[in-house]
């Protein structure tokens, strides 16, 4: 039984330690929502914290205690002052990145990169989703619709950086897009890519992801040495290998383009001469702040149904384990986990 005025949230206290804590439950202060929650994506930003190999652990950006959680949905519950009240009883998800407002960044709608900016369950402070309920700042939301499935909700953001990456990569008609890496991410990609009209191809390295990858439709998925001989416009690396990034200037057409959305534990190598004598345009993506509202389109008109990538769905007793790497018992061979912070209710 939790105490009154109390709820439960997932923290993690240090390199490897977290647990399942009584916090206290967010109010609606002006400005922002009270949401409860009804399901959360775990990510490898989430890994990386439990490890202590986050970065913002290291520049200041972030400190322990963590409370995870930035790929969520649920239910507006509360509503602060200067909130539509329209929004009481909506399905929702919403922006991971909160800009300062005030900043030139902010101004010019790049506010998921305001040098000032919190991250909802990552940077500055921000309480993460990982928890029976969220405060979130109205101007931060996503309305989901009426019916929308919550598992669907909760890939949104994943899904942002995504169709940001397919459209880097101009993906459409006659046009040959290449995904490094069948992750969420990844797979994600290549399933927008083929919503634009691409042919689409894989590279994994385990046979049980690609065989993944063929059961969603996406035919053309192989490892490096399988990969046909080819003319690719366009490369997305969307991996965790340091070696990626110069294999996919190595790989792309002259004239085509790169585009970069996984991260690496540690510092990429890529000869610069080689996109300059390609004649090749590279794009880096960090955030899924501007693709949100159309994924969520995508998404509600059944032009890519990212659901078959959760493999689970856990409560937040299971989420150490899973972060610590263990496969939930029952899951199936998708690449993603989802938390439901009220399982049986």
């Known amino acids: 039984m939790v105490s009154p005025g109390a709820m439960r949230a997932f923290v993690v206290t240090g390199p490897g330690r977290a647990e399942v804590q009584e916090v206290p439950v967010p109010a609606a202060v002006p400005g922002e929502v009270v949401v409860e929650v009804e399901r959360v994506g775990i990510c490898g930003t989430d890994v990386e914290f439990f490890t202590g ?9 972030a400190r322990f205690p963590v409370r995870l959680g930035h790929e969520w949905c649920g239910t507006v519950r509360e509503v602060g002052a200067g909130v539509d009240p329209r929004w009481q009883g909506r399905r929702v998800t919403g922006d991971t990145m909160l800009g300062c407002g005030r900043c030139r960044r902010c101004r010019t709608g790049l506010q998921h990169v305001c040098e000032r900016r919190s991250e909802i369950g990552i940077r500055n402070g921000r309480p993460g989703a990982l928890a029976e309920r969220l405060a979130v700042p109205v101007t931060a939301l996503h309305d989901l619709g009426v019916g929308t499935d919550p598992a669907l909700g909760a890939l949104v953001e994943p899904g942002g950086n995504a169709l940001r990456a397919a459209e880097a990569a101009l993906a459409g008609p006659d046009r040959r897009v290449l995904v490094l890496g069948p992750g969420t991410i990844g797979l994600l990609v290549a399933l927008f890519a083929r919503a634009a009209g691409s042919e689409v191809h894989v590279v994994g390295v385990t046979e049980a992801s690609l065989e993944f990858a063929r059961g969603l439709g996406l035919t053309h998925a192989t490892t490096r040495d399988q990969l046909p001989d080819l003319a690719y416009d366009a490369v997305v690396d969307a991996s965790n290998a340091p070696g990626l990034p110069a294999l996919a200037a190595d790989l792309v057409e002259p004239g085509g383009r790169v585009v970069y959305v996984g991260l690496a534990g540690s510092p990429s190598l890529l000869d610069t001469r080689v996109l300059a004598l390609k004649d090749v345009t590279a794009v880096g993506v960090l955030s899924a702040s501007p693709g949100l509202a159309r994924t969520v389109a995508a998404y509600t008109s059944g032009a890519v149904d990212p659901r078959p ?37």
Do not use: C, F, Q, S
């Open 53 to 61: 190999e986050m970065a913002y652990l290291h520049d200041g950006h």
């Open 309 to 345: 990538l959760v493999a689970a769905t856990v409560g937040l007793d299971d989420v150490a384990d899973v972060l610590a790497g263990h496969r939930p018992a029952g899951a199936g061979p998708g690449p993603k986990v989802h938390v439901d912070p009220h399982p049986g209710r």
